[in-house]
């Protein structure tokens, strides 16, 4: 039987995020620690933030996931971690390592459609010369998927 994998999503990739203005209210006050070295952070509303290392280096960092945007596994994968490896690039970085972010719903789908999802972002990243050290996964109603990267 194939697994319309969209069909366990109530809303698909980037429709699924929480709108701006909810989720500036949600962060409204957050302050963090403040350093000249934060180049890019919470208060601008990019998908990376930027830290500089030393003169010369800046370290890039962002976590990008989503439900289903199509229903074949392995380009799902694959679309994802193109997704999640552009924040760096359009920071003007080079992703360097990423790791996994998944919630899969265990009781109604294959762990071998995750397998499937997790080699296309592998095979994605590989392309890009950045490597996947692992990730964290958690039992979901709704599939998800996406990276956390770490890029120069």
Request: charged share 20%; aromatic share 6%.
């Amino acid at each position: 039987m194939v697994q319309r994998l969209t069909s366990y999503a109530s809303g698909g990739g980037c429709a699924c995020k929480i709108p701006p203005g909810e989720l500036e209210e949600a962060v409204r006050g957050l302050t963090g620690h403040r350093s000249p070295d934060l180049l890019v952070g919470l208060d601008d509303g990019d998908d990376a933030a930027v830290v500089r290392i030393d003169a010369r280096t800046a370290l890039v960092a962002t976590a990008d996931f989503f439900t289903p945007v199509v229903d074949d596994a392995y380009d799902w994968g694959r679309i994802a971690a193109a997704n999640a490896l552009s924040d760096v690039y359009a920071m003007g970085g080079r992703p360097v390592v990423a790791v996994n972010l998944v919630g899969w719903p265990r009781d109604r789908l294959p762990t071998e459609l995750m397998a499937e999802v997790l080699r296309g972002g592998a095979d994605v990243a590989a392309l890009a010369g950045c490597h996947v050290a692992g990730g964290h996964s958690v039992d979901d109603p709704e599939p998800k998927y996406g990276m956390a990267v770490t890029g120069l």
